[in-house]
Every structure is written in structure tokens, then in C-alpha cells.
């Protein structure tokens, strides 16, 4: 076809899936009505702002003879969020901060930049979002800034492209990737062709003069605008930043990680000066725990390497209706049907008439086998109506015979219950050998979920 004709694309707003029609479900990422229209011109589908190099080819290598460099990293200065990004940020590195509006994605990198410039490193903020005024009276509450860190408001990629060329800076910060466009690309500001575009040219950039990136991408229900996933596979770093935005608290977990690891969250609490690292998230998932109320159990829980002891509340009564009701908040719904199914078979009780809700407090969500257990005690309290101790805690993942399994890092769990001022703690059988060693806590060991319970009495 001739150059400059244009061309109509399905686009799927969530991940990306291009179609050449349009359909209800998306078969990338199975959602509904996600696919939007967009008229693009011929030329734009050559590819993601990199023009092919012509000439020179690529010739395999030996991969042990491939030079190490040294990966040069930068501390933020926020310990919470140099763990998620596996120890600072990597210098060239391109970071997408994913989460809901209004979460603290601004705020958060606002806090960074104020303290690599502080630090001494030039740093550049460019908004799209709000104005110079707006940024300073946040940035105000956040604190002073030093000489390094400059501001930026401004939408079109080109003018980006040839400040960052000019000033080159050590560390950009896009805020957000939705508002940025490429006068080349004819898609709207927010489009899925448009995110790409003025992502692949960021990447050029920060590959190229070694600027360490940072996007900032809302997360939209409505699909009006393309959604972080759209970008995942093209950045090194993908966080996102969760908690419900009406509570103070929130985790940034690692989602996708070049550079380390992705079982990493850190905690944050939102406060009146910007955001505040919390150092010790199982004290702080655990404030304000019920005393000697039934159906609450702590849970100790490993979120990458580290323990944290959260609270599980359940709720069980009798149903009203035919078909009773379930509800699972924090943690996986059918995994709560299922763990109910096996206490029903496996120890009589009689369950199956019974509404349930389980929470698992402080806004966090696990996914972790391990939990299972404090699951089940949970739900055996509150269906005989007896407290169980506030010094006790449990983990282990059980089975469908009712067996109770051993799991990872057992000893570093019953530490962190020790730590926090905990008794006892009930723990699979197999793992009772190496908990043992840690004084000042007795460690039960159980086989199963009837002799869980027979310790409960
Ligand atoms: P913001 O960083 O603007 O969110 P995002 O960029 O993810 O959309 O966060 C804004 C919210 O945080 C806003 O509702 C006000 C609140 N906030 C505080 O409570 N304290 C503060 O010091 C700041 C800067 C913001
Ligand atoms: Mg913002």
C-alpha cells in the first residue's frame, strides 16, 4: 500500500493485542470490552520509535567471553523502595510505576528525586499532568530541593527528546506515560499506539545516553486510556503501587524485575509530608487486633525474603439462604471454598450450611500456601466461637486430605513471631526441627488439620 495511507487497528486497552477487527474478549488477556479503535498511518507500524540499524549485522558471540560490566546502581535514599528495586536504581535502567490514581505514584517519585538531587545528582521531572505551580506546592510539603533537580511541563515527545539530549540528566521522570505524544503518530494522547511509541523512544533514550527512566502509568478501569500492561514487556522494572487510596497505607510490589527479584513489597503509609517508609510492616498489619474476639488468627507470611505476620479474620454463620454465601478479601476466593471443603470431609464439621468471610487484614493480599493454616484455624474459631490466644500464630500450606505441609523459611517465620512478642506458634511437623532452634517461642508441630485442632481443645 502507499506510504502515508492509513490503516484501522483493534487494539486491546489493557495488554496490547492488536486485531484487525474488533472483539468482545480480548484473547491476551481475557478481559471484556477492552478493544478500542485506532486509525494509524502506515509508516507508524514500522515499529517502536527504533529505526533498524542498516549495514553493520550482529554476529553471534561465546557467551563467557561476553565482558561484565559492573551493573552501576544508585541508591534512592528510600530503603523501602532500593529493596523492591533489588538495591538502587540501575544507572540506564527504565522503570514503569503502575497503580490507581491518586495511589502516590507522583509523591513517590517526587521523594526520590528530592533526594538524588540532594545527593547531587541531576535529576529531571517532566509532568504532563500537572503545572509548575501544582509541583512545587507538593513538592513543599514533601521538603527542599536542591540546585540539581529541575521540572518540565510539557506533552510532546520531540521537545522531551531534545531537552533530555541537551541537558542529559542522570535520571528522568515521566509522569505519566498517558499524557506524553508523538506528533508522527496520529492516535490520541493515551492510545495504545501512542504509549508504545513514546515508550520506545524513551528506551532509545535512556539505552543510549544511559539515563535511568522513570514512567509513571495510571492503571484505568474504564479503558479510556491504555493501561500500564500495555507497556510491561518493553521496560526492565515493573512495580505497582497497591493499597486502597481512602487508607493510609500502601505496598509497592515488584511485578517484573531485570535486575532482581520480584518477590519483594515494600510498605508505605501515607502521611501529611509525603509517603513514610514503614520499617516494621507486621507490627503494623497486626495494630489494632481484636484481643480475645474468635475467628482472628495471625499468620506468618514470607513476602520475598521477608516475614511478615498478618491478621486472619473469619467470620462463620449460619446461611439464611439455600446456597450460602462465601467471601474472601486479601486472599484467593476459591482457595477458601476449597480450604472449607476439606476441614468439612476431613474433621465434620458441618460447614456447608454456613455463610463465610474471610479477611485478611491491613490491605495487603497473599497468595502464599502458607497461610492456609491460619486460614482454617480461623474459620474453626469463629465456627465454635472461641478466641483463640493473641500470642499464637500458624503456618503451612494444607492439603486436600487435610494434611498440613511443610513450607519455605519456616525458621525465619517463628523468628518474626518470636520478635514480636508471640508464644507459641503451630507450624507443618516437617519443619519443627529447624524452628526449634529459635528460643523464647514453643514451636507445635502438627500433621494435620485435626490435630491443629485438637491443640486449639
Ligand atoms: P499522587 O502522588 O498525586 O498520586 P498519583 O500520582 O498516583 O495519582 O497522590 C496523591 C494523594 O496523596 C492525594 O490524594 C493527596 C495525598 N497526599 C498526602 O496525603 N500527603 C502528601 O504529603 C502528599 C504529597 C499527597
Ligand atoms: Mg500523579
Known amino acids: 500500500m502507499a506510504k502515508g495511507k492509513t490503516a484501522t487497528i483493534f487494539y486491546c486497552q489493557s495488554c496490547g493485542y492488536e486485531s484487525s477487527k474488533w472483539m468482545g474478549q480480548c484473547p491476551g488477556c481475557r478481559e471484556w470490552n477492552t478493544f478500542v479503535e485506532e486509525v494509524v498511518s502506515r509508516s507508524d507500524l514500522k515499529g517502536t520509535g527504533t529505526q533498524r540499524r542498516s549495514g553493520e549485522k550482529e554476529k553471534p558471540c561465546i557467551l ?52 538524588l538531587a540532594e ?35 510539557e506533552t510532546d515527545l520531540d521537545i522531551i ?19 506524553m505524544y508523538r506528533g508522527e503518530v496520529s492516535a ?45 514487556h518493553m521496560v526492565d522494572t515493573v512495580l505497582y503501587f497497591e493499597g486502597d487510596r481512602y487508607a493510609s497505607y500502601r505496598i509497592l510490589r515488584g511485578v517484573k524485575n531485570r535486575f532482581g527479584s520480584t518477590n519483594e513489597i515494600g510498605v508505605f503509609e501515607m502521611q501529611d509530608q509525603g509517603l513514610a ?8 498489619m497486626l495494630s489494632g487486633r481484636p484481643e480475645d474476639a474468635s475467628g482472628s488468627v495471625a ?11 498478618v491478621e486472619i479474620q473469619a467470620l462463620v454463620c449460619r446461611s439464611n439462604f439455600g446456597i450460602p454465601r462465601r467471601q474472601a478479601t486479601g486472599t484467593d476466593f476459591n482457595r477458601v471454598n476449597l480450604l472449607m471443603a476439606v476441614l468439612e470431609k476431613r474433621s465434620g464439621m458441618a460447614l456447608s450450611d454456613c455463610d463465610a468471610y474471610v479477611n485478611i487484614t491491613g490491605g495487603i493480599r497473599i497468595q502464599e500456601p502458607a497461610v492456609d493454616l491460619g486460614i482454617v484455624l480461623a474459620v474453626i474459631s469463629s465456627f465454635r466461637n472461641r478466641a483463640i490466644g493473641p500470642k ?27 520478635k514480636l512478642g508471640f508464644d507459641t506458634c503451630i507450624v507443618p511437623m516437617v519443619c519443627v526441627e529447624e524452628c526449634r532452634k529459635i528460643k523464647g517461642i514453643k514451636v ?3 500433621k494435620n488439620v485435626q490435630e491443629a485442632m485438637d491443640f486449639l481443645g
Open 64 to 115: 563467557s567471553e561476553v565482558p561484565v560490566l559492573k551493573e552501576d546502581r544508585v541508591l534512592t535514599g528510600i530503603g523501602e523502595l532500593d529493596r523492591v528495586l533489588g538495591g538502587g536504581i540501575v544507572q540506564g535502567s527504565m522503570t514503569l510505576v503502575g497503580g490507581d490514581p491518586g495511589i502516590g505514584k507522583s509523591t513517590l517519585l517526587l521523594q526520590v528525586c528530592r533526594n
Open 119 to 153: 545527593k547531587g545528582h541531576r535529576v529531571l521531572y517532566i509532568s504532563g499532568e500537572e503545572s509548575k505551580v501544582q509541583i512545587k506546592m507538593r513538592a513543599d510539603r514533601i521538603g527542599t530541593f536542591s540546585r540539581y533537580m529541575a521540572l518540565l511541563c
Open 161 to 179: 527528546e531534545e531537552v533530555i539530549r541537551q541537558e542529559k540528566p542522570e535520571m528522568v521522570v515521566i509522569d505519566s506515560i498517558q499524557t
Open 188 to 232: 490520541a494522547p493515551g492510545s495504545v499506539s501512542q504509549v508504545r511509541e513514546s515508550t520506545g523512544v524513551l528506551m532509545q533514550l535512556a539505552k543510549g545516553l544511559g539515563v535511568s527512566v522513570f514512567i509513571v502509568g495510571h492503571v484505568t478501569k474504564e479503558g479510556t486510556v491504555a493501561g500500564p500492561r500495555v507497556l510491561e
Open 277 to 284: 517508609e514503614v520499617q516494621n510492616p507486621s507490627e503494623y
Open 299 to 309: 499468620a506468618c507470611t514470607m513476602e520475598g525474603t521477608r516475614p511478615i505476620l
Open 392 to 418: 499464637l500464630a500458624a503456618f503451612g500450606e494444607v492439603g486436600l486430605s487435610g494434611e498440613v505441609r511443610g513450607v519455605s523459611m519456616a525458621k525465619l517465620r517463628v523468628a518474626e513471631a518470636q
Open 444 to 446: 507445635i508441630g502438627v
